[in-house]
């Protein structure tokens, strides 16, 4: 059976939006506009209010960030997608932005370790394909 992922949490959602500029920007709410934060959540789905304002390409495009903000998060476990970085262009830059924006969620305790992770990942050589990754066959 695959390993599934949990669902984003609403910190991971709202560190996502904001690395993507979104509550300044199409938030209706003037706190998070005026602050560049998402601090007005839904109660029952406690997902940021911004995120209703997206349109599903929107959507989409900032839940993959939220999962790569999930993998750099826990970027010590050996479930984790993110412990090196992609040779595919767009996924590395989909990577280093989940990683960047991972940074403020880490336990004090783990942020030494993180920032070791965050300077082996900026060793890295550069990527070489562009595009984006191809997706693992089905039976992986």
Sequence with gaps: ????????????????????AVPERICRR????????????????????CLANLDAEQRRLLDELARSVADAEHFGYLASK????????????LQDAGVEAAR????????????????????????????AEPPLPKHW
């Design 30 to 49: 003037r706190d998070c506009r005026r602050r560049h934060r998402c601090i007005w959540f839904f109660r029952a789905t406690q997902q940021p209010c």
């Design 1 to 20: 059976m695959p390993y599934e992922p949990p669902p984003p949490t609403c910190h991971q959602l709202a560190r996502s939006a904001e690395m993507l």
């Design 104 to 131: 403020a969620l880490v336990a004090v305790r783990k942020r030494k370790a993180y920032r070791a992770f965050e300077k082996m990942r900026a060793a890295q050589p550069a990527p070489k394909y562009e595009g």
């Design 82 to 93: 993110i412990r090196m970085s992609s040779s595919y262009r767009e996924t590395r830059a």
